[in-house]
């Protein structure tokens, strides 16, 4: 590691320390964590999870959107030797494999929850179930992990459980899924459907905001893309060093624009794209051209015998491919069964979050017929898809991409005016990152 990325580091330590410190002892009742993607928000509230109740005999309790992410925090808190670590969910859930017989789970909210010192991890959907049987600070900290997925509607009903509470989360992922038009609710004083911390920043601009400054995860010139197009208002650098996450191949490239995406991969790009000639088929959900090249570029890094310089051989395991729809990302398995590689995964992008491995494939939302939604063109997805991987990321589309964002008009009343415009925030990052990768020439033409 070279000295800047050191002082990097000590850096993003100090920070670490800072916000933990303000968050258990300061004078605000509540402190928000804003961290980029692979900055190590859990480790975070691992530490902070650990500190209050070894340093100061509190009452924990870590607050998740979902199971899964549940599942993980308790996984790690397992590692930590605490007086007491409880896990509660609901009646109808077993505990998945990684916790049989390290953990006895709670099904629902039961007596003798919560008693002394210790941490106590649960979903926010089982606390507000069993609201009658809590009461305002019964815990002495309240951690919200990944508080940029929760709603602020799903958050205020139990926010008084807690006399301090600390949000950890990532402002650039997905925003909370709301199953109602929300468009009125936008020039509300109150934006419940609002992620939970960007509601508390508007109701009350003055809680304290700790920013996280590194991605251990990402490479520099991914992390420099990632930051400029979803970040304005988070500066980060990366801390990896590019010699730990080198690619190289055992066999040479033969075909044109696949194995050039490859090589540009080994040669230190860690984010390129490959185009399919024409235009998505019209009134298709799935585009089976491109479903066909992502699976042979996953075949070509496995034929090359790829190997992180180091590490390991790549297998299947180390390659997933991320596509923003179901039926599309159906016909990409298709074509990986077709070729043998039945476990290589292949998930939407919500099912990402959180997650990480060495090479990612994305199939580009703008590779479509027609004029891109706001779903396409929806900034948190797109960059949720773009930060999975600690090599490289192979985006593949159709070679009209290039033209949908050149001929994109925007509509001017596409939201409630004084509200914000994530569609126009969604279009601005995708024109940046394309026309940063055809400039750097990083974009390879089949």
Same mark, same amino acid.
């Given at each position: 590691?070279t000295?800047q990325l050191q ?8 920070v670490?320390d800072?916000?933990?410190e303000?968050?258990?002892?300061g004078?605000?009742p509540l402190?928000i964590?804003?961290?980029p993607?692979?900055?190590g ?6 530490c902070?999870s650990?500190?209050?109740v070894?340093?100061?005999?509190m009452?924990v309790i870590?607050v ?11 996984d790690?808190?397992l ?7 409880e ?15 390290r953990i006895t789970a ?10 002394g010192?210790g941490v106590l991890?649960?979903n926010?959907h089982l ?6 049987k809590l009461?305002?600070?019964?815990f002495d ?5 990944e508080?940029y997925?929760?709603?602020a509607k799903?958050?205020m009903?139990v926010a008084d ?10 402002p650039?992922q997905?925003d909370?899924v709301i199953s ?6 936008e020039?509300?004083?109150h934006k419940i459907?609002?992620p939970a911390?960007?509601y508390?920043?508007d109701r009350f601009?003055d ?5 996280l400054?590194v991605?251990?995860r990402l490479?520099?010139?991914?992390s420099?893309?990632i930051?400029?197009?979803f970040?304005?208002?988070?500066p ?6 590019p ?6 191949f055992?066999?040479s490239?033969m075909e044109?624009?696949?194995?050039q ?5 080994a040669?230190?790009a860690s984010l390129v794209?490959?185009?399919?000639p024409?235009v998505?088929?019209?009134?298709e959900?799935a ?6 090249v992502m699976?042979h570029?996953?075949d070509r890094?496995?034929?090359r015998?790829a190997?992180w310089?180091?590490?390991r051989?790549l297998?299947?395991?180390d390659?997933?491919?991320i596509?923003?729809h179901?039926?599309a990302?159906?016909?990409i398995?298709d074509?990986?069964?077709?070729r043998?590689?039945s ?6 992008v919500e099912r990402?979050?959180g997650l ?6 994305v199939r #580009? ?6 004029r ?10 797109w960059c949720?898809s773009?930060?999975? #991987?600690?090599?490289?990321?192979i ?8 033209n949908v964002i050149?001929?994109?008009? #925007?509509?001017c009343?596409t939201?409630a005016?004084g509200a914000?415009?994530?569609t126009?925030s969604?279009?601005?990052a995708?024109?940046t990152i394309?026309n940063?990768?055809a400039?750097?020439?990083?974009i390879?033409a089949?």
């Amino acid at each position: 590691m070279t000295v800047q990325l050191q002082e990097y580091q000590q850096n993003a330590n100090h920070v670490l320390d800072a916000a933990i410190e303000r968050a258990l002892f300061g004078t605000a009742p509540l402190t928000i964590i804003k961290s980029p993607p692979g900055a190590g928000k859990t480790f975070l509230v691992e530490c902070a999870s650990a500190v209050a109740v070894t340093e100061s005999a509190m009452r924990v309790i870590v607050v998740t959107p979902g199971v899964s992410q549940l599942y993980d925090v308790v996984d790690r808190l397992l590692e930590y030797r605490l007086p007491r670590l409880e896990l509660a969910h609901a009646m109808h859930r077993t505990l998945p494999n990684l916790l049989v017989d390290r953990i006895t789970a709670s099904s629902g909210w039961v007596p003798g929850l919560n008693v002394g010192p210790g941490v106590l991890v649960t979903n926010v959907h089982l606390l507000a179930a069993n609201l009658d049987k809590l009461y305002p600070g019964m815990f002495d900290l309240m951690i919200v992990d990944e508080a940029y997925q929760l709603a602020a509607k799903d958050f205020m009903p139990v926010a008084d459980l807690a006399a301090r509470v600390m949000m950890v989360g990532d402002p650039g992922q997905l925003d909370p899924v709301i199953s109602i038009d929300t468009s009125n609710l936008e020039v509300n004083a109150h934006k419940i459907h609002w992620p939970a911390p960007a509601y508390v920043l508007d109701r009350f601009p003055d809680t304290p905001v700790f920013g996280l400054p590194v991605t251990r995860r990402l490479l520099p010139d991914t992390s420099d893309l990632i930051q400029a197009s979803f970040y304005p208002d988070l500066p980060f650098q990366s801390v990896v060093d590019p010699n730990d996450r080198r690619l190289r191949f055992a066999a040479s490239g033969m075909e044109s624009a696949v194995d050039q995406a490859l090589d540009a991969i080994a040669r230190g790009a860690s984010l390129v794209a490959v185009t399919v000639p024409g235009v998505a088929p019209a009134h298709e959900e799935a585009d089976p051209d491109v479903a066909a090249v992502m699976a042979h570029l996953a075949d070509r890094l496995l034929v090359r015998q790829a190997e992180w310089v180091g590490q390991r051989h790549l297998t299947e395991a180390d390659i997933g491919c991320i596509d923003p729809h179901v039926i599309a990302g159906g016909a990409i398995s298709d074509r990986l069964r077709q070729r043998g590689l039945s476990d290589i995964r292949v998930e939407t992008v919500e099912r990402w979050q959180g997650l990480q491995l060495p090479i990612s494939i994305v199939r #580009h939302p703008l590779s479509r017929a027609g004029r891109p939604t706001a779903f396409d063109l929806e900034a948190g997805r797109w960059c949720v898809s773009l930060s999975r #991987h600690q090599i490289g990321c192979i985006i593949v589309g159709r070679e009209s991409i290039a033209n949908v964002i050149r001929e994109y008009v #925007h509509g001017c009343d596409t939201v409630a005016a004084g509200a914000r415009d994530a569609t126009w925030s969604g279009f601005r990052a995708h024109r940046t990152i394309w026309n940063t990768l055809a400039d750097q020439g990083r974009i390879f033409a089949l």
